[in-house]
Structure formats: structure tokens, C-alpha cells
């Protein structure tokens, strides 16, 4: 089954700043790739999300990148506000099938 | 984007009680519905995948006798715990899809359900 490893767990950025969230998968075959930010004690809420046939999509001062090769993605967060401040979560799938997410980065935006 | 609720959102009983959870989907057809399990500061756990009109799909290690799914209509799903111990005390979150989507479409999630079992 599909594996998706998230890193890091834990981030910090003074606000302003850029935030990077990386995530990797293990089925080649998985053709989508939603971001989900948490806030404490709420559902998660699509942020973007890519599909395979894409590298690069940005909404605003949110942005992933693919890599289909390296089977890697990545959120790109830029001018940083404090209502950033949530757990991000990453995901994978191929068609109809389940989404496998990462374990979770805890960004803090510092003031 | 699509709404799903989720009632209750909150729930506290004793132990050895059954609890009931409804996760409707309000302006789409979802053929598709999912029950994840989430603990403090982790990440979602897929339960159970249900699809309309036929038994669900439970994650290995999830006891189906344990945790009822019942996905009648294309607009509710329902999770029953039966028979509740303080260790499902946890978030339980579901999610709903359009499968009329062509290649798999996004996934809606409902708010939540807090249960706390004594």
C-alpha cells in the first residue's frame, strides 16, 4: 500500500518568512496530492492540492511543487501570517482509491 | 466547495454504552464516505471506507463487530461504536466524496466528533 513520509514535524518561522513542508510517497502510481491544514480541534481543510500531470501550482502565497521522478511534493507557504499557524497535513492517492496522509507538521508562526 | 456535517459533535457516555455518529453530505451525491479515527497531536486513521448500498471496507486492525458502518442513502453514512471503553474515547472525523468525478474527486470533510467515554 501507499506510504507518505512528512517531515518535519515541527516548524518555526518568524512571520514573514517562508514555510517549506516536504512530503514523500512510495506508489508511483498515485496521480493526486491534496495539502490539508488542521486548526486545533477543526476538520481539515484543502488548502491546494496537484494532480500528477502538473509540477507546479500556486494559489496565492500557496504553492506545491511536484517531483514525479524523486516521488516527492512540497508546500510552499510565503509572507508568512500568524493565522498560519496550524498542523498541515499531506496526502497521496492513485484514482478512487483511499488517501494515505503524513504524519503532520505543526507550523508556528512566530510574531 | 461541498459541505459535509457531522452530529454530534460531541459526545460523552459511559462505558458499555453505544454511540452513534451521522456524517451527511448537504449539497452533493456521496458515493463514496470515509471514517478516520484521530488521536491528540497524530495524524487521520482510515477506519472504514463505505459505499452506498454495500458493507464497508475496514482498515486492518479496526474490529468491525466494534465499529458499525452503515452508508444507506448517497447522502449519510453512520458510525456506530458498540459496546464503548474508555480507549475509543477519541476525534472521529468523516469524509465524503462525489465518485462522480472523473479520476477521483476531492474529499470533504465533516467537523468532527468528539467522543469521551468514562
Known amino acids: 500500500g501507499e506510504n507518505v513520509e512528512q517531515h518535519p514535524s515541527t516548524l518555526s518561522v518568524q512571520e514573514g518568512d517562508s514555510a517549506v513542508i516536504k512530503c514523500t510517497y512510495s506508489?508511483?502510481?498515485?496521480?493526486?496530492f491534496p495539502w490539508y491544514k488542521q486548526e486545533l480541534g477543526k476538520r481539515p481543510q484543502l488548502i491546494i492540492d496537484i494532480r500528477s500531470n502538473v509540477g507546479e501550482k500556486k494559489d496565492q502565497r500557496i504553492a506545491v511543487t511536484l517531483n514525479k521522478t524523486a516521488k516527492h511534493f512540497s508546500l510552499h507557504i510565503t509572507e508568512t501570517q500568524p493565522e498560519d499557524s496550524a498542523v498541515y497535513f499531506c496526502a497521496a492517492k492513485f484514482g478512487n482509491e483511499k488517501l494515505t496522509f503524513g504524519t503532520g507538521t505543526r507550523l508556528t508562526i512566530i510574531p | 466547495g461541498a459541505v459535509v456535517s457531522q452530529h454530534p459533535s460531541r459526545v460523552i457516555c459511559k462505558s458499555g454504552t453505544s454511540v452513534k455518529i451521522e456524517c451527511r453530505s448537504l449539497d452533493f451525491q456521496a458515493t463514496t464516505m470515509f471514517w478516520y479515527r484521530q488521536f491528540p497531536k497524530k495524524s487521520l486513521m482510515l477506519m472504514a471506507t463505505s459505499n452506498e448500498g454495500s458493507k464497508a471496507t475496514y482498515e486492518q486492525g479496526v474490529e468491525k463487530d466494534k465499529f458499525l458502518i452503515n452508508h444507506a442513502s448517497l447522502t449519510l453514512s453512520t458510525l456506530t461504536v458498540t459496546s464503548a471503553h474508555p480507549e475509543d474515547s477519541s476525534f472521529y472525523i468523516c469524509?465524503?466524496?462525489?465518485?462522480?468525478?472523473?479520476?477521483?474527486?476531492?474529499?470533504?470533510f465533516g467537523p468532527g466528533t468528539r467522543l469521551t467515554v468514562l
Open positions: 469524509s465524503a466524496r462525489d465518485g462522480r468525478t472523473p479520476g477521483g474527486g476531492e474529499q470533504f
Open positions: 506508489d508511483s502510481a498515485s496521480n493526486y
